[in-house]
Protein backbone atom coordinates (compact mmCIF):
# COMPACT_ATOMS: atom_id res chain seq x y z
CA UNK A 1 0.00 0.00 0.00
CA UNK A 2 1.34 3.42 -0.54
CA UNK A 3 2.86 4.82 2.58
CA UNK A 4 1.08 8.03 4.45
CA UNK A 5 1.72 9.93 7.44
CA UNK A 6 -0.88 11.36 10.14
CA UNK A 7 -1.73 15.01 9.57
CA UNK A 8 -3.88 17.22 11.66
CA UNK A 9 -7.36 17.88 9.81
CA UNK A 10 -8.19 21.39 10.86
CA UNK A 11 -11.40 21.93 9.07
CA UNK A 12 -14.55 19.07 7.40
CA UNK A 13 -17.57 19.94 4.91
CA UNK A 14 -19.94 17.72 3.50
CA UNK A 15 -21.66 18.23 0.37
CA UNK A 16 -23.01 15.70 -2.71
CA UNK A 17 -20.66 16.30 -5.41
CA UNK A 18 -17.29 17.15 -5.20
CA UNK A 19 -15.95 18.75 -8.49
CA UNK A 20 -12.37 18.92 -8.79
CA UNK A 21 -10.97 21.52 -11.36
CA UNK A 22 -12.81 25.13 -12.01
CA UNK A 23 -12.63 25.00 -16.54
CA UNK A 24 -15.12 23.84 -19.00
CA UNK A 25 -15.87 19.95 -17.92
CA UNK A 26 -15.96 21.03 -14.05
CA UNK A 27 -17.57 23.83 -14.10
CA UNK A 28 -20.12 22.65 -17.09
CA UNK A 29 -20.55 19.35 -14.46
CA UNK A 30 -21.47 20.84 -11.27
CA UNK A 31 -23.98 22.95 -12.65
CA UNK A 32 -25.78 19.92 -14.12
CA UNK A 33 -25.81 18.80 -10.80
CA UNK A 34 -26.80 21.83 -9.49
CA UNK A 35 -30.00 21.90 -11.46
CA UNK A 36 -30.57 18.30 -10.40
CA UNK A 37 -30.76 18.91 -6.78
CA UNK A 38 -27.23 18.11 -5.73
CA UNK A 39 -25.35 20.38 -3.13
CA UNK A 40 -21.65 20.81 -4.80
CA UNK A 41 -18.64 22.41 -4.02
CA UNK A 42 -15.79 23.02 -6.96
CA UNK A 43 -12.35 23.09 -5.83
CA UNK A 44 -10.11 25.02 -7.79
CA UNK A 45 -6.01 25.31 -7.25
CA UNK A 46 -6.09 28.59 -8.82
CA UNK A 47 -8.33 31.85 -9.09
CA UNK A 48 -11.61 31.96 -11.46
CA UNK A 49 -9.27 32.38 -14.62
CA UNK A 50 -6.60 29.85 -13.96
CA UNK A 51 -7.70 26.87 -16.49
CA UNK A 52 -6.48 25.46 -19.66
CA UNK A 53 -10.26 26.56 -20.73
CA UNK A 54 -9.71 30.13 -20.59
CA UNK A 55 -6.29 30.02 -22.75
CA UNK A 56 -7.98 27.86 -25.56
CA UNK A 57 -8.25 30.30 -28.64
CA UNK A 58 -9.02 28.53 -31.71
CA UNK A 59 -12.67 27.57 -30.92
CA UNK A 60 -15.60 24.30 -30.28
CA UNK A 61 -15.45 21.52 -33.15
CA UNK A 62 -19.54 21.15 -33.65
CA UNK A 63 -20.84 20.20 -36.73
CA UNK A 64 -22.33 22.63 -38.92
CA UNK A 65 -26.24 23.47 -40.24
CA UNK A 66 -25.37 22.91 -43.65
CA UNK A 67 -22.57 21.44 -45.69
CA UNK A 68 -21.65 19.17 -42.86
CA UNK A 69 -22.71 15.95 -41.22
CA UNK A 70 -22.01 13.91 -37.81
CA UNK A 71 -20.56 11.44 -40.02
CA UNK A 72 -18.11 14.01 -41.38
CA UNK A 73 -16.80 15.30 -37.73
CA UNK A 74 -16.91 11.36 -36.90
CA UNK A 75 -14.58 10.56 -40.06
CA UNK A 76 -12.26 13.76 -39.59
CA UNK A 77 -11.89 12.49 -35.78
CA UNK A 78 -11.16 8.89 -36.12
CA UNK A 79 -8.81 9.94 -39.41
CA UNK A 80 -6.47 11.95 -36.97
CA UNK A 81 -7.08 9.42 -34.25
CA UNK A 82 -5.05 7.03 -35.38
CA UNK A 83 -7.08 3.48 -35.21
CA UNK A 84 -7.40 3.86 -31.65
CA UNK A 85 -10.74 6.07 -31.00
CA UNK A 86 -13.66 4.47 -29.99
CA UNK A 87 -16.00 4.99 -32.67
CA UNK A 88 -18.72 4.91 -30.46
CA UNK A 89 -17.81 7.10 -28.60
CA UNK A 90 -16.94 9.81 -30.88
CA UNK A 91 -20.24 9.42 -32.71
CA UNK A 92 -21.96 9.82 -29.31
CA UNK A 93 -19.90 13.22 -28.24
CA UNK A 94 -20.10 14.33 -31.52
CA UNK A 95 -23.90 13.89 -32.07
CA UNK A 96 -24.65 16.24 -29.17
CA UNK A 97 -22.23 19.28 -30.03
CA UNK A 98 -25.27 21.18 -31.42
CA UNK A 99 -27.26 21.00 -27.89
CA UNK A 100 -24.51 21.16 -25.70
CA UNK A 101 -23.52 25.16 -28.02
CA UNK A 102 -27.45 25.70 -27.38
CA UNK A 103 -27.20 25.08 -23.85
CA UNK A 104 -23.92 27.14 -23.65
CA UNK A 105 -25.78 30.04 -25.98
CA UNK A 106 -28.77 29.97 -23.40
CA UNK A 107 -26.36 30.91 -20.32
CA UNK A 108 -24.96 33.61 -22.07
CA UNK A 109 -22.16 32.95 -24.26
CA UNK A 110 -21.89 34.72 -27.82
CA UNK A 111 -20.04 33.76 -30.64
CA UNK A 112 -18.72 35.38 -33.57
CA UNK A 113 -20.64 36.33 -36.58
CA UNK A 114 -20.35 36.92 -40.26
CA UNK A 115 -22.10 40.22 -42.04
CA UNK A 116 -24.48 37.81 -42.83
CA UNK A 117 -25.42 37.13 -39.08
CA UNK A 118 -25.02 33.81 -38.96
CA UNK A 119 -22.35 32.25 -36.71
CA UNK A 120 -18.96 32.50 -38.21
CA UNK A 121 -17.30 29.60 -38.53
CA UNK A 122 -13.57 28.54 -39.53
CA UNK A 123 -11.74 25.61 -40.64
CA UNK A 124 -8.70 23.83 -38.88
CA UNK A 125 -6.19 21.19 -38.95
CA UNK A 126 -7.67 17.34 -40.14
CA UNK A 127 -11.38 19.05 -40.22
CA UNK A 128 -12.26 18.45 -44.38
CA UNK A 129 -14.73 21.51 -43.70
CA UNK A 130 -15.19 25.19 -41.93
CA UNK A 131 -17.19 23.93 -38.32
CA UNK A 132 -15.36 25.95 -36.43
CA UNK A 133 -17.18 28.40 -34.04
CA UNK A 134 -15.31 30.81 -31.95
CA UNK A 135 -15.72 34.00 -29.79
CA UNK A 136 -13.43 37.05 -29.71
CA UNK A 137 -11.98 36.14 -32.71
CA UNK A 138 -9.21 34.10 -31.05
CA UNK A 139 -10.77 34.18 -26.92
CA UNK A 140 -13.15 31.48 -27.32
CA UNK A 141 -12.11 29.62 -24.20
CA UNK A 142 -11.97 32.80 -22.38
CA UNK A 143 -15.88 33.25 -23.32
CA UNK A 144 -17.06 29.60 -22.20
CA UNK A 145 -15.19 30.78 -18.86
CA UNK A 146 -16.95 33.71 -18.10
CA UNK A 147 -20.29 32.32 -19.40
CA UNK A 148 -19.86 28.90 -17.23
CA UNK A 149 -18.55 31.15 -13.93
CA UNK A 150 -21.58 33.37 -14.11
CA UNK A 151 -23.54 30.65 -12.68
CA UNK A 152 -22.61 31.44 -9.74
CA UNK A 153 -22.40 28.07 -8.18
CA UNK A 154 -19.80 27.34 -4.49
CA UNK A 155 -15.84 27.16 -5.77
CA UNK A 156 -13.22 26.73 -2.71
CA UNK A 157 -10.37 29.00 -4.93
CA UNK A 158 -7.08 28.12 -3.94
CA UNK A 159 -6.92 24.70 -2.68
CA UNK A 160 -5.46 21.48 -3.44
CA UNK A 161 -6.85 17.61 -3.50
CA UNK A 162 -4.15 15.97 -1.50
CA UNK A 163 -6.10 12.44 -2.00
CA UNK A 164 -9.28 10.67 -2.95
CA UNK A 165 -11.45 9.05 -0.02
CA UNK A 166 -12.76 5.81 -0.62
CA UNK A 167 -13.65 2.35 1.03
CA UNK A 168 -14.82 -0.95 -0.19
CA UNK A 169 -17.94 0.53 -1.07
CA UNK A 170 -16.26 3.78 -3.30
CA UNK A 171 -15.92 7.21 -2.54
CA UNK A 172 -16.59 8.96 0.69
CA UNK A 173 -14.98 12.60 -0.01
CA UNK A 174 -11.36 14.14 -0.54
CA UNK A 175 -8.79 15.72 1.58
CA UNK A 176 -8.03 19.44 0.45
CA UNK A 177 -5.03 21.09 1.22
CA UNK A 178 -5.75 25.30 1.39
CA UNK A 179 -4.90 28.04 3.61
CA UNK A 180 -6.17 26.51 6.52
CA UNK A 181 -4.20 23.18 6.60
CA UNK A 182 -5.31 20.66 5.77
CA UNK A 183 -9.30 19.52 5.37
CA UNK A 184 -11.74 16.36 4.79
CA UNK A 185 -14.67 17.34 2.68
CA UNK A 186 -17.33 14.36 3.10
CA UNK A 187 -19.14 13.33 -0.12
CA UNK A 188 -20.62 10.51 -1.94
CA UNK A 189 -19.13 11.23 -5.77
CA UNK A 190 -16.17 12.96 -7.18
CA UNK A 191 -15.71 14.45 -10.42
CA UNK A 192 -12.19 15.00 -11.49
CA UNK A 193 -11.46 17.90 -13.89
CA UNK A 194 -8.59 18.61 -13.50
CA UNK A 195 -6.98 19.39 -17.01
CA UNK A 196 -3.76 18.37 -18.49
CA UNK A 197 0.13 17.58 -17.64
CA UNK A 198 1.55 20.21 -19.59
CA UNK A 199 4.00 20.93 -16.99
CA UNK A 200 5.86 17.49 -17.70
CA UNK A 201 7.72 19.66 -20.22
CA UNK A 202 9.76 22.92 -19.69
CA UNK A 203 7.92 24.95 -23.00
CA UNK A 204 3.83 24.08 -22.59
CA UNK A 205 0.94 26.07 -23.72
CA UNK A 206 -0.96 24.98 -20.15
CA UNK A 207 -1.15 27.17 -17.56
CA UNK A 208 1.24 26.54 -14.41
CA UNK A 209 -1.72 24.41 -12.51
CA UNK A 210 -1.33 21.50 -15.36
CA UNK A 211 0.43 19.02 -12.93
CA UNK A 212 -1.47 16.17 -13.95
CA UNK A 213 -3.20 16.08 -10.58
CA UNK A 214 -6.32 14.13 -11.70
CA UNK A 215 -4.27 11.55 -13.13
CA UNK A 216 -2.42 10.74 -9.86
CA UNK A 217 -5.28 11.14 -8.09
CA UNK A 218 -7.09 8.58 -9.66
CA UNK A 219 -4.33 6.32 -9.87
CA UNK A 220 -4.12 6.59 -5.85
CA UNK A 221 -8.09 5.70 -5.83
CA UNK A 222 -7.44 2.56 -7.65
CA UNK A 223 -9.02 3.42 -10.90
CA UNK A 224 -7.48 3.01 -14.55
CA UNK A 225 -5.59 5.42 -16.57
CA UNK A 226 -4.73 4.90 -21.00
CA UNK A 227 -3.15 6.68 -23.55
CA UNK A 228 -1.12 9.15 -21.77
CA UNK A 229 2.11 8.16 -24.15
CA UNK A 230 0.06 10.53 -26.78
CA UNK A 231 0.65 13.80 -25.81
CA UNK A 232 -0.08 16.37 -28.36
CA UNK A 233 2.91 18.97 -29.28
CA UNK A 234 0.79 21.94 -30.61
CA UNK A 235 3.03 23.03 -33.54
CA UNK A 236 3.08 26.64 -33.58
CA UNK A 237 3.69 28.29 -30.09
CA UNK A 238 5.94 31.22 -30.40
CA UNK A 239 9.11 31.20 -29.95
CA UNK A 240 11.67 32.72 -27.97
CA UNK A 241 14.93 31.61 -27.43
CA UNK A 242 15.60 30.27 -23.77
CA UNK A 243 11.76 30.30 -22.50
CA UNK A 244 10.58 28.04 -19.95
CA UNK A 245 6.82 28.04 -18.86
CA UNK A 246 3.59 28.67 -20.20
CA UNK A 247 4.26 30.07 -23.77
CA UNK A 248 1.69 31.70 -26.16
CA UNK A 249 0.11 29.86 -28.70
CA UNK A 250 -0.46 31.07 -32.44
CA UNK A 251 -4.29 29.16 -33.03
CA UNK A 252 -4.63 26.49 -36.31
CA UNK A 253 -6.93 29.37 -37.51
CA UNK A 254 -4.54 31.37 -38.20
CA UNK A 255 -3.22 28.52 -41.01
CA UNK A 256 -6.85 27.75 -41.58
CA UNK A 257 -7.12 31.61 -42.97
CA UNK A 258 -4.23 30.87 -45.37
CA UNK A 259 -0.99 31.36 -43.00
CA UNK A 260 1.51 29.22 -44.24
CA UNK A 261 4.54 27.45 -42.41
CA UNK A 262 8.12 27.99 -43.71
CA UNK A 263 11.74 27.18 -42.65
CA UNK A 264 14.65 29.46 -42.17
CA UNK A 265 15.46 29.22 -45.95
CA UNK A 266 11.71 30.44 -47.04
CA UNK A 267 10.65 27.26 -47.86
CA UNK A 268 7.44 24.89 -47.40
CA UNK A 269 7.80 22.60 -44.47
CA UNK A 270 4.37 20.42 -44.68
CA UNK A 271 5.02 20.54 -48.57
CA UNK A 272 4.76 17.08 -49.34
CA UNK A 273 4.32 16.01 -46.40
CA UNK A 274 0.32 15.39 -46.28
CA UNK A 275 -2.78 16.50 -48.24
CA UNK A 276 -3.92 18.88 -46.10
CA UNK A 277 -0.25 20.66 -45.97
CA UNK A 278 -0.12 23.29 -43.73
CA UNK A 279 -3.92 21.81 -41.80
CA UNK A 280 -2.60 18.56 -42.10
CA UNK A 281 -3.34 16.91 -38.12
CA UNK A 282 -1.09 18.30 -35.63
CA UNK A 283 1.11 15.69 -34.95
CA UNK A 284 2.09 15.40 -38.88
CA UNK A 285 2.27 18.99 -38.97
CA UNK A 286 4.99 18.75 -35.43
CA UNK A 287 6.96 16.06 -36.41
CA UNK A 288 7.28 17.67 -39.75
CA UNK A 289 8.61 20.71 -37.87
CA UNK A 290 10.87 18.69 -35.85
CA UNK A 291 12.46 17.36 -38.39
CA UNK A 292 13.47 20.42 -40.37
CA UNK A 293 14.77 21.28 -37.47
CA UNK A 294 17.11 18.57 -36.94
CA UNK A 295 17.89 18.30 -40.41
CA UNK A 296 18.90 22.30 -40.93
CA UNK A 297 20.28 22.35 -37.01
CA UNK A 298 18.00 25.08 -35.75
CA UNK A 299 15.63 25.66 -33.20
CA UNK A 300 12.43 27.25 -34.66
CA UNK A 301 10.54 27.33 -38.03
CA UNK A 302 8.10 30.77 -39.16
CA UNK A 303 4.54 30.83 -39.39
CA UNK A 304 3.73 33.82 -42.45
CA UNK A 305 0.77 35.56 -41.92
CA UNK A 306 1.84 39.07 -43.51
CA UNK A 307 -0.37 38.48 -46.84
CA UNK A 308 -4.10 37.71 -44.06
CA UNK A 309 -6.10 41.25 -44.32
CA UNK A 310 -7.64 41.85 -41.04
CA UNK A 311 -5.62 40.33 -38.67
CA UNK A 312 -6.10 42.13 -35.85
CA UNK A 313 -9.65 42.19 -36.36
CA UNK A 314 -9.80 38.15 -36.16
CA UNK A 315 -6.97 37.33 -33.59
CA UNK A 316 -6.32 40.21 -31.28
CA UNK A 317 -4.82 37.91 -28.36
CA UNK A 318 -2.31 36.48 -30.90
CA UNK A 319 -2.09 40.00 -31.79
CA UNK A 320 -1.51 40.96 -28.84
CA UNK A 321 0.98 38.05 -27.59
CA UNK A 322 3.31 38.87 -30.57
CA UNK A 323 3.32 42.52 -29.68
CA UNK A 324 4.98 41.57 -26.59
CA UNK A 325 7.34 39.99 -27.91
CA UNK A 326 8.70 42.55 -30.46
CA UNK A 327 6.50 41.20 -33.46
CA UNK A 328 4.08 42.39 -35.87
CA UNK A 329 2.34 39.64 -37.85
CA UNK A 330 1.62 42.38 -41.01
CA UNK A 331 5.35 42.89 -41.24
CA UNK A 332 7.29 40.18 -39.78
CA UNK A 333 8.04 36.40 -40.25
CA UNK A 334 6.45 35.02 -36.60
CA UNK A 335 9.29 32.10 -34.80
CA UNK A 336 7.36 29.20 -33.84
CA UNK A 337 8.02 25.83 -32.34
CA UNK A 338 6.61 22.73 -31.01
CA UNK A 339 5.11 22.71 -27.66
CA UNK A 340 3.28 20.61 -24.99
CA UNK A 341 -0.03 21.30 -25.66
CA UNK A 342 -2.88 18.80 -24.85
CA UNK A 343 -2.84 14.91 -23.45
CA UNK A 344 -5.04 12.40 -25.35
CA UNK A 345 -4.92 10.40 -22.64
CA UNK A 346 -6.21 9.85 -19.36
CA UNK A 347 -8.52 8.38 -16.90
CA UNK A 348 -10.90 5.44 -18.59
CA UNK A 349 -14.61 6.67 -18.22
CA UNK A 350 -17.60 5.68 -20.60
CA UNK A 351 -18.92 8.91 -22.33
CA UNK A 352 -21.07 9.46 -19.30
CA UNK A 353 -17.42 10.22 -17.45
CA UNK A 354 -17.86 7.13 -15.27
CA UNK A 355 -14.99 4.91 -14.02
CA UNK A 356 -14.59 1.48 -12.42
CA UNK A 357 -14.84 3.37 -8.98
CA UNK A 358 -17.97 3.91 -7.66
CA UNK A 359 -18.58 7.48 -7.39
CA UNK A 360 -15.62 8.52 -9.02
CA UNK A 361 -16.24 10.53 -12.46
CA UNK A 362 -13.85 12.41 -14.52
CA UNK A 363 -14.16 14.86 -17.45
CA UNK A 364 -12.31 17.14 -19.86
CA UNK A 365 -8.38 16.80 -20.60
CA UNK A 366 -8.05 14.21 -17.51
CA UNK A 367 -10.34 11.78 -19.04
CA UNK A 368 -10.27 8.96 -21.75
CA UNK A 369 -13.47 8.75 -23.17
CA UNK A 370 -12.02 6.91 -26.70
CA UNK A 371 -12.94 10.61 -28.15
CA UNK A 372 -9.40 11.38 -29.21
CA UNK A 373 -6.99 8.00 -29.54
CA UNK A 374 -3.58 8.70 -30.46
CA UNK A 375 -4.11 12.06 -31.18
CA UNK A 376 -6.97 14.79 -30.61
CA UNK A 377 -8.06 16.80 -33.97
CA UNK A 378 -8.49 20.26 -33.24
CA UNK A 379 -11.20 22.27 -31.20
CA UNK A 380 -12.34 18.65 -30.24
CA UNK A 381 -11.77 19.64 -26.51
CA UNK A 382 -14.03 22.31 -25.60
CA UNK A 383 -16.71 20.00 -27.01
CA UNK A 384 -15.47 17.29 -25.12
CA UNK A 385 -15.88 19.07 -21.91
CA UNK A 386 -19.27 20.53 -22.45
CA UNK A 387 -20.76 17.14 -23.69
CA UNK A 388 -19.66 15.08 -20.89
CA UNK A 389 -19.15 17.34 -18.40
CA UNK A 390 -22.78 17.60 -18.63
CA UNK A 391 -23.51 14.22 -18.70
CA UNK A 392 -21.16 13.86 -15.33
CA UNK A 393 -23.28 15.92 -13.78
CA UNK A 394 -26.24 14.35 -14.50
CA UNK A 395 -24.83 10.88 -13.59
CA UNK A 396 -23.34 12.12 -10.70
CA UNK A 397 -26.97 13.12 -9.81
CA UNK A 398 -29.28 10.25 -11.10
CA UNK A 399 -26.94 7.47 -9.01
CA UNK A 400 -26.23 9.43 -5.85
CA UNK A 401 -26.29 7.67 -3.23
CA UNK A 402 -26.61 7.89 0.66
CA UNK A 403 -24.00 10.53 2.06
CA UNK A 404 -21.50 8.22 4.49
CA UNK A 405 -19.70 9.99 6.90
CA UNK A 406 -16.78 8.39 7.89
CA UNK A 407 -14.11 8.83 10.48
CA UNK A 408 -11.78 11.75 9.27
CA UNK A 409 -9.23 9.76 7.58
CA UNK A 410 -6.23 12.27 8.69
CA UNK A 411 -3.68 10.87 6.13
CA UNK A 412 -1.52 12.36 3.43
CA UNK A 413 0.58 10.02 0.77
CA UNK A 414 4.11 9.65 1.07
CA UNK A 415 5.15 9.63 -2.28
CA UNK A 416 8.16 9.45 -4.82
CA UNK A 417 8.93 12.84 -6.22
CA UNK A 418 11.47 14.47 -8.24
CA UNK A 419 12.65 18.70 -8.31
CA UNK A 420 10.52 20.01 -11.18
CA UNK A 421 13.61 21.18 -12.93
CA UNK A 422 15.47 17.88 -13.23
CA UNK A 423 12.08 16.13 -14.16
CA UNK A 424 11.13 18.58 -16.92
CA UNK A 425 14.74 18.64 -18.65
CA UNK A 426 14.32 14.66 -18.61
CA UNK A 427 10.90 14.86 -20.05
CA UNK A 428 11.95 17.90 -22.80
CA UNK A 429 15.06 15.72 -23.63
CA UNK A 430 13.80 12.22 -23.93
CA UNK A 431 10.09 12.56 -24.36
CA UNK A 432 9.33 15.13 -26.83
CA UNK A 433 7.91 15.57 -30.21
CA UNK A 434 10.11 12.31 -31.51
CA UNK A 435 11.52 9.93 -29.17
CA UNK A 436 13.41 6.54 -29.19
CA UNK A 437 14.41 3.66 -26.75
CA UNK A 438 17.66 4.94 -25.42
CA UNK A 439 16.20 8.55 -24.49
CA UNK A 440 13.11 7.24 -22.77
CA UNK A 441 14.93 4.66 -20.94
CA UNK A 442 17.54 7.36 -19.84
CA UNK A 443 14.11 9.26 -19.06
CA UNK A 444 13.46 6.71 -16.82
CA UNK A 445 16.59 6.22 -14.79
CA UNK A 446 16.32 10.41 -14.04
CA UNK A 447 12.39 9.12 -12.87
CA UNK A 448 13.96 6.07 -10.97
CA UNK A 449 16.01 8.08 -8.70
CA UNK A 450 13.08 9.90 -7.25
CA UNK A 451 12.48 9.62 -3.42
CA UNK A 452 9.36 9.15 -1.02
CA UNK A 453 9.01 12.34 0.94
CA UNK A 454 5.64 13.03 2.69
CA UNK A 455 3.32 16.11 0.36
CA UNK A 456 2.91 18.96 2.93
CA UNK A 457 2.06 21.84 0.53
CA UNK A 458 0.41 22.27 -2.88
CA UNK A 459 4.21 21.65 -5.01
CA UNK A 460 4.85 18.99 -3.09
CA UNK A 461 1.35 17.73 -4.00
CA UNK A 462 1.94 18.81 -7.95
CA UNK A 463 5.61 17.26 -8.09
CA UNK A 464 4.53 13.86 -6.82
CA UNK A 465 1.75 14.08 -9.86
CA UNK A 466 4.05 15.04 -11.97
CA UNK A 467 6.46 12.28 -11.03
CA UNK A 468 4.19 9.53 -11.19
CA UNK A 469 2.49 10.58 -14.87
CA UNK A 470 5.85 10.59 -16.00
CA UNK A 471 6.31 7.04 -14.97
CA UNK A 472 3.22 6.32 -16.79
CA UNK A 473 3.56 8.05 -19.90
CA UNK A 474 7.77 6.86 -20.15
CA UNK A 475 6.40 3.52 -19.10
CA UNK A 476 3.89 3.45 -22.02
CA UNK A 477 6.17 5.11 -24.73
CA UNK A 478 8.80 2.50 -24.53
CA UNK A 479 6.26 -0.29 -24.57
CA UNK A 480 4.59 1.01 -27.64
CA UNK A 481 7.68 0.32 -30.40
CA UNK A 482 6.02 2.06 -33.19
CA UNK A 483 4.67 5.53 -34.30
CA UNK A 484 0.79 6.35 -33.69
CA UNK A 485 -1.08 9.57 -33.90
CA UNK A 486 0.90 11.94 -31.57
CA UNK A 487 3.53 9.52 -30.41
CA UNK A 488 6.54 9.36 -32.94
CA UNK A 489 9.27 6.69 -32.61
CA UNK A 490 12.59 7.34 -33.95
CA UNK A 491 13.61 3.89 -34.13
CA UNK A 492 10.23 2.78 -35.16
CA UNK A 493 8.50 5.30 -37.54
CA UNK A 494 5.68 3.29 -38.80
CA UNK A 495 2.25 2.33 -37.08
CA UNK A 496 1.89 -1.38 -36.25
CA UNK A 497 -1.48 -3.34 -36.71
CA UNK A 498 -0.49 -5.23 -33.66
CA UNK A 499 -0.03 -2.44 -31.59
CA UNK A 500 -3.15 -0.89 -32.37
CA UNK A 501 -4.70 -1.03 -29.12
CA UNK A 502 -4.67 1.10 -25.56
CA UNK A 503 -1.68 0.19 -22.63
CA UNK A 504 -3.73 0.55 -19.77
CA UNK A 505 -2.34 0.85 -16.39
CA UNK A 506 -3.00 1.22 -12.55
CA UNK A 507 -1.07 0.79 -9.27
CA UNK A 508 -0.24 -2.05 -7.67
CA UNK A 509 -0.99 -2.33 -4.04
CA UNK A 510 3.00 -1.70 -3.83
CA UNK A 511 2.68 1.21 -5.70
CA UNK A 512 4.50 -0.09 -8.80
CA UNK A 513 2.41 0.98 -12.02
CA UNK A 514 1.32 -2.55 -13.47
CA UNK A 515 -0.09 -2.95 -17.42
CA UNK A 516 -3.20 -4.27 -17.69
CA UNK A 517 -3.06 -6.93 -20.95
CA UNK A 518 -4.09 -4.55 -23.59
CA UNK A 519 -8.13 -4.31 -24.54
CA UNK A 520 -8.53 -3.73 -28.54
CA UNK A 521 -9.78 -0.37 -29.94
CA UNK A 522 -13.68 -0.04 -28.39
CA UNK A 523 -13.75 -1.84 -24.98
CA UNK A 524 -13.82 1.34 -23.56
Not at 242 to 251: A, D, E, F, K, Q
Not at 304 to 323: K, M, N, Q, W, Y
Not at 433 to 459: I, K, M
Request: net charge negative; charged share 20%; with cysteine.
Amino acid sequence: MTPTVGVGVSWEAHTDLVVVGGGVAGLTAARAASLRGLRVLTVSKGGPADTATQYAQGGIAVVAPTGDSVESHVADTLAAGGGLCDEDAVRSIVAAGPAAIAALTDLGAVFDRGRDGVVARTREGGHSTRRIIHSGGDATGAEVQRALGAAGLPVLFGAAVARVLTDEHGVTGVLVLDERGFGVVHAPAVLLATGGLGQLYACSTNPAGATADGIALALHAGAVVSDIEFVQFHPTVLFAAGSVGRRPLISEAVRGEGATLVDSRGRSVTDGVHPLGDLAPRDVVSRAIAERLAALGDDHVFLDARHLEGFVERFPTITGSCAEAGLDPARDLLPVAPAAHYSCGGVVTDVHGRTEIPGLYAAGEVACTGLHGANRLASNSLLEGLVVGERAGIAAAAERGGLRVEALDATVPVLPRLDRTELQHAMTRDALVVRDETGLLTAGTTLSGATPQSCDSVTDLEDAALTLAARVLVGAAVRRTESRGCHTRRDHPTPDPDQAHSLDQRLGDDGELVVITPQLTGAN
